[in-house]
């Protein structure tokens, strides 16, 4: 397929991409081309893809069943970050896995790799990338760099040449990083750089690279952290200053070191299979075994979330009469820090209305919130507990860095029934985002 082919099906390529590098983001596929050549390298198919081949793989399948389907591959590679390829040359296919996963699945135009044909294309590719660095390209760097890394596209692996254009690619470089701020929450690399665009025009540059290249994601405490390598560092501090969903963390002049650990960092997003509203996980069965009622202030859409390591989260409610039942709660919020939940129970306490008395307490276990996408975490307690006209409950997280719940909050009706606290302190602080937190009380029915 030639370049006029490839425009006419998938369209004009986008805006940062380069003679030899087509991308079209939002399809999910880029193209490699030979320099100076028309006819096509490679073509991409990214995560988010929706395609899949004939034999039914596809991309976030299962890595396992590349080999169970083509064998034994004529190549292998493994970064250091645990991502592996597995190429089919005979085959014209190449996949790579990360977390037992299928993350990207390339094809190109197959051949019967030989010693003799290898070192001949190594070679070809040498002379052409080495001209075009030396006259300034600095993408002609980063593929002479990669290819003497990693023993690629025909070249042998030399440390010492890739050090030599290692050094050239941080030179005047620079990482950005930055977090979501304001309410912003993206969940998948996509809404975050679609957010980024939204104040900035920086990208990169068909010879440089630019205002704005190699976007990263990492995921922190249920937070997704963004990042960029910029050549023009106080252009990037001003977009994300200029971008009131973007906080800025720190801009920091990149070292090797850094750099080859940045670019085998993979994209992350918040946990994928958290899409749902209601999670279905209880901590027991429902103590009333019959129907409930809630008491509730929210209106069951979240406006942002709070999580606080040195205190809890406190919430009044009053009944219609002069006592009731509660048989349990339900909090919306997710769970941050490590991938597997600490395996101990957090503490409900339920309060007088003066605060004064604890009535009764429960514990519940962390396993039942997940991290990413904030959702319903249903409580359900032991037994049911007779509870006054007005009663606090009150959650005790034992928050700290690496561990702890972020609990949704809902600005419709105020924050007057909301604090933040627990048992014993003299006076515990109002709510600083003028709303209450989501959770609501779980009663059950009279007899």
């Given at each position: 397929m030639s370049r006029e082919a490839l425009l006419k099906a998938l369209g004009q390529p986008d805006g940062d991409s380069t003679p030899d590098w087509f991308k079209w983001k939002q399809k999910r596929i880029e193209c490699t081309f030979y320099p100076g050549a028309t006819g096509i390298c490679e073509i991409r198919f990214n995560a988010g893809f929706p395609g899949a081949l004939a034999n039914g793989l596809k991309l976030g399948g299962p890595a396992d069943q590349v080999q169970k389907l083509y064998g034994k591959p004529s190549f292998t590679m493994r970064r250091s970050n645990g991502a592996k390829e597995f190429e089919y040359s005979d085959k014209g296919i190449l996949f790579w896995t990360y977390r037992g996963k299928i993350t990207q699945i390339v094809v190109f135009k197959s051949y019967v790799p030989t010693k003799e044909a290898k070192r001949a294309s190594g070679n070809a590719f040498i002379e052409t990338q080495t001209r075009e660095a030396k006259a300034g390209n600095y993408w002609a760097k980063y593929r002479l760099w990669a290819a003497y890394q990693e023993g690629a596209i025909g070249v042998p692996k030399d440390p010492e040449q890739a050090k030599q254009w290692l050094g050239q690619l941080v030179e005047g470089a620079y990482l950005a990083t930055f977090r979501?701020?304001?309410?912003?929450?993206?969940?998948?690399?996509?809404?975050?750089?679609?957010?980024?665009?939204?104040?900035?025009?920086?990208?990169?540059?068909?010879?440089?690279?630019?205002?704005?290249?190699?976007?990263?994601?990492?995921?922190?405490?249920?937070?997704?952290?963004?990042?960029?390598?910029?050549?023009?560092?106080?252009?990037?501090?001003?977009?994300?200053?200029?971008?009131?969903?973007?906080?800025?963390?720190?801009?920091?002049?990149?070292?090797?070191?850094?750099?080859?650990?940045?670019?085998?960092?993979?994209?992350?997003?918040?946990?994928?299979?958290?899409?749902?509203?209601?999670?279905?996980?209880?901590?027991?069965?429902?103590?009333?075994?019959?129907?409930?009622?809630?008491?509730?202030?929210?209106?069951?859409?979240?406006?942002?979330?709070?999580?606080?390591?040195?205190?809890?989260?406190?919430?009044?409610?009053t009944l219609l009469g002069d006592a009731g039942k509660l048989a349990g709660i339900r909090i919306h919020g997710s769970r941050y820090g490590l991938p597997q939940p600490p395996r101990e129970d957090f503490l409900i306490?339920?309060?007088?209305?003066?605060?004064?008395?604890?009535?009764?307490?429960?514990?519940?276990?962390?396993?039942?919130?997940?991290?990413?996408?904030?959702?319903?975490?249903?409580?359900?307690?032991k037994s049911v507990h007779e509870v006054p006209k007005t009663f606090w409950i009150v959650l005790d997280f034992k928050a700290h860095q690496t561990k702890g719940v972020c609990v949704s909050y809902d600005t419709s009706?105020?924050?007057?029934?909301?604090?933040?606290?627990?048992?014993?302190?003299?006076?515990?602080?109002?709510?600083?985002?003028?709303?209450?937190?989501?959770i609501r009380a779980v009663l059950a029915a009279e007899p």
């Open positions: 979501p701020t304001n309410g912003f929450n993206p969940h998948t690399p996509g809404e975050f750089l679609a957010e980024f665009g939204k104040h900035s025009n920086l990208m990169s540059e068909p010879k440089s690279v630019g205002g704005a290249s190699f976007f990263r994601t990492r995921a922190e405490n249920g937070v997704l952290i963004g990042s960029f390598i910029t050549a023009y560092p106080e252009k990037m501090r001003k977009a994300i200053g200029d971008n009131p969903s973007l906080k800025l963390i720190s801009i920091e002049k990149l070292t090797p070191e850094m750099f080859v650990r940045y670019v085998a960092s993979p994209q992350e997003s918040l946990d994928a299979e958290e899409k749902g509203e209601l999670d279905t996980a209880r901590a027991r069965e429902p103590a009333a075994g019959g129907k409930t009622t809630e008491l509730k202030y929210d209106d069951g859409k979240p406006d942002g979330k709070r999580s606080y390591g040195d205190s809890g989260e406190m919430i009044r409610f306490y339920v309060l007088s209305s003066d605060m004064s008395q604890i009535l009764f307490t429960e514990k519940a276990p962390y396993k039942l919130f997940q991290r990413g996408r904030e959702k319903w975490v249903n409580v359900n307690f009706t105020g924050g007057n029934h909301s604090k933040i606290g627990l048992p014993g302190e003299n006076k515990p602080r109002d709510v600083d985002f003028g709303g209450d937190w989501m």
